[in-house]
């Protein structure tokens, strides 16, 4: 039986990295980025991305930048 794993190798598998949080505008509350419904990611410079997102407290448009 062929059991290899290789997710590694695949360049269309998208991982996301578990420290990423957003801030919330509406409660001032950081939140894993996977709990959020991501509309979009802009990057403004090297290693800083703003992350266009649905609150999941009020269900409004937020913005926040991404960090780890």
Known sequence: ????????DQPDVFLVDR????WLE???????IRSVEVIGIRTIAVDIELVVLACPLCGKRHQ?????
């Open 1 to 8: 039986m062929d059991n290899d794993i290789n997710i590694g």
């Open 19 to 22: 420290r990423a949080k957003v």
């Open 26 to 32: 509406c409660s001032g509350e950081p939140r894993d």
């Open 64 to 68: 926040s930048l991404r960090f780890i």
